[in-house]
């Protein structure tokens, strides 16, 4: 499983990083609003740091001036994926874009079936947002298994990316699911690595240690 930071944060990207098992970076424009930046200098100093996929979010809804935004982002970078919603003008974006070879990330996927017009729309990956689903009471990690299985059904390319990740749970659900890439905010990925058990075994270790010396 590919793991992505979720964040416009540039220390939170190159803390991940420094870890060295980031593959990529998503962003949206709540995102980069949070970071105080403006928007292309934002992304421009994440690009200098990433060299893996970094998913930039269009502004405009219909598909002239998406379409039109996209291919501005696309020479920011070899590594810049585009990040369309899933609305009517954003599904033909998705094409228009998809055959010219660039990179679409679609986002605010809330239905398998979006998910379906998307692969069919040549998407490169589909982003269904699990936590935001469990906000609304319903299962988030359930439409992953589904997207999943349609996409193998159909031997779609489109990576299934789990977005709106809020807890560990959902990275380990997603992984057992065989979905391809997780977006994780910065405290979740460090509360992949953390386990009590891992932190007395090694107090006990280093105790025992000193005890010997002693
Ligand atoms: C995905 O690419 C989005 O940026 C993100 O995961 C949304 O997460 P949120 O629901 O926590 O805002």
């Not at 359930?142 to 031997?155: D, F, G, H, P």
């Not at 489109?158 to 959902?170: G, K, N, W």
């Not at 979905?179 to 006990?204: Q, R, W």
Request: glycine share 6%; hydrophobic share 45%.
């Amino acid at each position: 499983m590919k793991i992505f930071i979720d964040t416009a944060d540039i220390n939170e990207i190159k803390e991940a990083k420094s870890l060295g098992v980031l593959d990529g970076v998503t962003t949206n424009p709540s995102l980069v609003a949070k970071t105080g930046k403006e928007f292309e200098p934002c992304i421009k100093e994440i690009l200098e740091v990433v060299s893996g996929p970094v998913s930039v979010e269009v502004f405009a809804t219909d598909h002239d001036a998406m379409v039109a935004e996209a291919r501005e982002y696309a020479t920011w970078g070899d590594n810049v994926v585009v990040k369309v919603p899933i609305i009517k003008e954003g599904l033909k974006a998705i094409k228009t874009l998809s055959s010219e070879g660039i990179k679409v990330n679609v986002t605010l996927c809330f239905s398998p079936m979006q998910a379906l017009l998307a692969a069919k729309a040549g998407a490169t990956y589909i982003s269904p947002f699990v936590g935001r689903l469990d906000d609304v009471s319903h299962d988030g990690m359930e439409l992953v298994r589904q997207i999943v299985e349609i996409y193998a059904n159909y031997a779609f390319d489109t990576e299934v990316l789990v977005a709106s990740v809020r807890t560990p749970l959902h990275v380990v659900q997603g992984a057992l699911m065989g979905a391809d890439v997780a977006t994780i905010p910065l405290k979740v990925i460090d509360s992949l690595l953390k386990h009590p058990l891992t932190d007395i075994g090694l107090e006990n270790f280093q105790a025992d240690w000193e005890k010997r010396k002693a």
